[in-house]
């Protein structure tokens, strides 16, 4: 998906006709990326319940064949019949797909919860860890950027800009653990046992958000060192621009285009990471949902979650693919006139 | 400029690698962080019970989910649902069982036929009635299931004999078998018999996933929870149906308690240490010495059932000679074991059935740490010690393969440690482990592992006539089918006593024929739940499946 994710960015595939300015195309364009989008996401779901099913064990067997149930193999077969999991892979796939198909997840194995009702339960935690993660990057990578470009001194400056190797070799979970120990228990800061707290939120996110800003970073700074030897900086020194100003006004646009076409790696980065952060600060949310589905192979509701993460990252792809050429008249779509996009 | 490039990346390595050479000492110093302060060491002496407060529960998961038919197996959702439901009569954790819900009751026609008397008055948090209509309708649920919902049936009810329940008037029940079941009426306190309102169990599994549709008679009532995230239980007010064995009849003492869930295990002992929380379900039992000398109460309350063991393959292998089997019983330290894998709390098993079963009695003889006993029976079997030091017999070298069981984590410890123990007396033995999710299918097609961990609880003697051969549909737990006469009778006995009286007699045979045969080899008594409590709560009882009744907690 993430190959993908960037071929798509990059390489915008469209009709020979013209740019996107006609419209036609662009809307042809559209519908061919919502259309591999759909197919990624299918793909997705398929290849989840394939890779979960043909595993030994079923959720239904793993629940109630513990010893202390007592009930007799042929009991737990009778339960297992009634949900279908002892039918042949195909027929069960088959079972899911016109399932999906109908927009219905299914239910828990497990639990006998709707898989919707599961994921609405948790979504929220988890929506607010990733959006206050990925304020705390976006804020931490523009502060980096601005430092590496005016910090004082080469020294200080070439310390910042390693800064973004460090966050990146370091795990979200070691940057939790600290925080847990030194802001709750030494410092009382936040209550481990109310974890969703702003507070609580804040560190969690902070956590998730180190790592995450060090790639952002550091497409900012190499596109600010791009920027910043282009003939329009030069002109705007000369008029006397201060420093804060050329960086606001003139070189942090420029250098935004590739962070958009970023997001989208981003948006994954914050889902897997976002289910550790989850783990390692007791948050509820969708980690803690996918966890228990993993470990009792609970089929629907990891399909559910699968299917939700490759819409998400589709659907972010897709706005950044369809935003890019919208963003910047010089992305043409299959013209000549693209500009270099610098990553790191 | 390639090597310039390379070397600030070599510069960025270096920075990084020296930041965590920083960052690893200060996470190692976190997590050995041993957890301070907190408790006032002296437990005041208990006074009174007084009203009010809330309890705060720390407890890892609900992985179960609520549909009650299933939820019943996990050891975590029981905590909540023995707060909010009732049963008929009270199981104590020695086995005794008392009124409840059920005030009274006669057996007849030789326990075929049982007659239960209601308490009047009593009803579900909705107001319905729990007349005997709706103990009919429970009680053909747990017997039965519902195949045609997928609600399977509560799989330690006595349902082989099992023909009907009918409401005789508003407040009797009859209940009626084709054979003896002396297991009917204890298996009504037993956790998967909680009575539900008629609405809930009509429900379809969908509906009943919710708690907010989980309706019971019990001292608390579901207030308000937020999925894996917490769950507050209120009080109910006009509740005056209490056990009479636990001395309070009356409502619960506390306004409220309060279940959060906390996965890691240290976060809930540091939360409960520092006076965040007040109960702790499930501690790491390494720190309960640590806990106890901080004033902290640990629980390690036993349930009823199969001590933790193995069963034998008495028909096929090396197993299938007496003189091996008793080798095998020999072979174990027990004490060892108990000293290595466990900590205080844990007991050396007695028999193969935990010594608070009231037909339990103490056959460790028949099972001492004896290696020169068991040398001698191996040799005298003609499995004669080779060089490597491993015994061998017709070509073939005496092997067994053990099977950690992934429900009881700490049988992996014991199982290491027995296949030390087997080599001191020339016994080879080699550990396969199993992942959860394999187990199941791994158990239903085991035949070809001649030693088997068992964790089983029961809470009537009766199961135990059930496991032993294949007589009437038995489990036949040790591949003999009837082949062996003497276990035959003693199964059939067991099954088709109708007095108490009659099956202790049998009881007592049985468990030193069984010892003796070396067809279950018992290793230590199991504890299945721990429960760490802080120093201000007092009044907590433990029923005969060692769950915490909150009813007749209070907080000082």
Redesign the interface.
């Known amino acids: 998906v993430t190959d993908l994710a960037i071929a798509a960015t990059t390489q915008p595939s469209a009709p020979e006709a013209g740019g996107w300015a006609r419209g036609r195309p662009y809307f042809v364009y559209a519908l061919q990326r919502l259309a591999q989008a759909v197919v990624v996401i299918l793909l997705a779901y398929v290849l989840s319940f394939v890779l979960i099913t043909i595993?030994?064990?079923n959720a239904i067997?793993?629940?109630?064949?513990?010893?202390?149930?007592?009930?007799?193999?042929a009991?737990?077969r009778?339960?297992e019949n009634?949900?279908g999991v002892t039918k042949p892979i195909i027929v069960q796939l088959w079972m899911a797909l016109s399932r999906f198909a109908r927009g219905q997840l299914g239910?828990?194995l497990?639990?006998?919860?709707?898989v919707t009702s599961?994921i609405a339960?948790?979504l929220p935690y988890t929506l607010k860890l990733a959006g206050t993660a990925l304020l705390i990057s976006l804020v931490l990578a523009a502060v980096i950027a601005y430092g590496s470009q005016y910090l004082p001194g080469k020294w200080a400056r070439?310390?910042i800009r390693?800064a973004p190797?460090?966050f990146?070799?370091?795990p979200n979970f070691?940057i939790g653990?600290?925080l847990i120990?030194y802001f709750s228990?030494q410092m009382h800061t936040f209550?481990?046992?109310n974890p969703?707290s702003p507070v609580g939120t804040f560190f969690a996110g902070l956590a998730l958000g180190i790592p995450i800003c060090a790639p952002l970073a550091e497409v900012l700074i190499a596109n600010l060192d791009h920027e910043t030897g282009q003939e329009y900086v030069l002109v705007a020194r000369s008029r006397g621009l201060t420093q804060a100003r050329l960086f606001a006004r003139h070189l942090v646009k420029p250098s935004m285009l590739p962070a958009v076409t970023m997001a989208a790696l981003i948006a994954g980065e914050l889902m897997g990471g976002a289910i550790i952060t989850e783990?390692v600060f007791?948050r509820?949310g969708i980690g803690?949902?996918m966890y228990?589905a993993v470990?009792?192979?609970d089929t629907p509701v990891l399909q559910g979650i699968v299917a939700l993460a490759a819409v998400v990252f589709v659907v972010v792809n897709l706005i950044a693919d369809l935003l890019s050429p919208l963003l910047d008249p010089r992305v043409r779509l299959g013209g000549g006139g693209r500009r270099e996009v610098a990553t790191p | 400029m390639i090597g310039n490039s390379v070397a600030r990346r070599f510069?960025?390595?270096v920075?990084?690698v020296a930041?965590?050479a920083v960052?690893v000492p200060?996470?190692a110093a976190?997590?050995s962080?041993s957890p301070s302060g907190g408790g006032t060491a002296a437990d005041a002496a208990a006074g009174s019970p007084k009203d009010g407060g809330n309890l705060?529960f720390?407890i890892q998961?609900f992985?179960?989910?609520?549909?009650s038919s299933?939820s019943n197996?996990?050891s975590y959702e029981g905590n909540l649902w023995g707060e909010i439901t009732d049963k008929l009569v009270y199981v104590s954790s020695t086995g005794a069982v008392s009124p409840w819900i059920a005030t009274s009751w006669q057996t007849e026609d030789n326990a075929e036929k049982y007659i239960l008397h209601l308490k009047p008055g009593v009803t579900f948090s909705d107001g319905t009635p729990l007349n005997a209509a709706a103990v009919v309708d429970n009680i053909t649920l747990w017997a039965k299931?519902d195949?045609s919902r997928?609600i399977?049936?509560v799989?330690?009810f006595p349902a082989i004999y099992f023909e009907q329940a009918k409401a005789v008037n508003s407040t009797t029940v009859e209940v009626d078998f084709s054979k003896p079941t002396l297991g009917f009426i204890p298996t009504l306190g037993y956790h998967g018999s909680i009575l539900l309102s008629p609405k809930t169990l009509a429900l379809s599994?969908?509906q009943?996933?919710?708690l907010t549709n989980e309706i019971g008679s019990g001292p608390f009532v579901v207030k308000s929870f937020?999925?894996?995230?917490s769950y507050t239980l209120a009080r109910r007010a006009d509740y005056d149906w209490g056990p009479p064995a636990l001395g309070h009849t009356g409502p619960a003492y506390l306004d409220s308690i309060t279940y959060?869930?906390?996965?890691?295990e240290s976060?809930r002992e540091?939360?409960v240490v520092a006076g965040?929380?007040q109960a702790d379900f499930n501690v790491t039992p390494s720190d309960i010495p640590s806990l106890e000398s901080q004033g902290f109460t640990v629980a390690t309350p036993r349930y009823l059932g199969f001590v933790d063991g193995f069963e034998v393959d008495a028909d096929a292998g090396p197993t299938a000679s007496l003189d091996v089997r008793q080798a095998i019983q020999h072979a174990i330290n027990r004490t060892q074991i108990l000293n290595t894998v466990y900590p205080k709390g844990w007991d050396l098993a007695e028999s193969f059935i935990q010594s608070n079963v009231p037909e339990a009695q103490n056959d460790s003889a028949l099972f001492d740490y004896d290696p020169t006993l068991a040398a001698k029976l191996l040799t005298e079997a003609g499995w004669v010690l080779g060089p490597n030091g491993y015994r061998t017999k017709g070509g073939q070298t005496l092997d067994f393969t053990l099977v950690p069981?992934p429900?009881v984590p700490s049988t992996e410890q014991e199982d290491e440690l027995i296949a030390q123990q087997f080599a001191k007396v020339g016994i080879k033995a080699q550990l396969k482990i199993v992942p959860?999710?394999?187990?199941?299918?791994f158990?239903?097609t085991s035949a070809k592992y001649p030693l088997l961990s068992?964790?089983?609880?029961?809470i009537d003697f009766s199961?135990v006539g059930g496991v032993l051969t294949s007589v009437n549909g038995g489990?036949n737990w040790f591949d003999l089918g009837t082949s062996d006469k003497t276990l035959d009778n003693l199964s059939q006995e067991i099954e088709s006593a109708s007095t108490t009286t009659q099956r202790d007699t049998v009881a007592s045979q049985v468990q030193q024929y069984v010892l003796n045969q070396g067809y279950f080899i018992p290793v230590v008594q199991q504890v299945q739940r721990i429960y760490l409590l802080a120093p201000n709560v007092h009044g907590v009882t433990y029923n005969g499946v060692a769950y915490a009744n909150f009813y007749t907690a209070w907080l000082s």
């Open positions: 595993l030994p064990g067997a793993t629940t109630l064949g513990n010893p202390q149930s007592g009930l007799s193999p009991q737990v009778n339960v009634y949900y239910t828990s497990v639990s006998h919860q709707t599961l339960g948790a070439s310390v390693s190797s460090l990146l070799s370091v070691i653990l600290l120990h228990f209550d481990v046992l969703d783990e007791g509820n803690s949902v228990q470990s009792n192979q | 510069h960025r390595v920075l990084g930041a965590l960052l200060t996470v976190c997590s962080g705060t720390l998961e992985p179960a989910g609520w549909v299933e197996i996990s299931g195949p997928g399977a049936k799989g330690l599994v969908n009943q996933a919710n937020q999925t894996g995230v959060k869930v906390v996965a890691d976060t540091q939360a965040d929380a069981n429900y959860l999710s394999d187990y199941a299918s158990a239903a068992v964790s089983r609880s029961f199961t489990q």
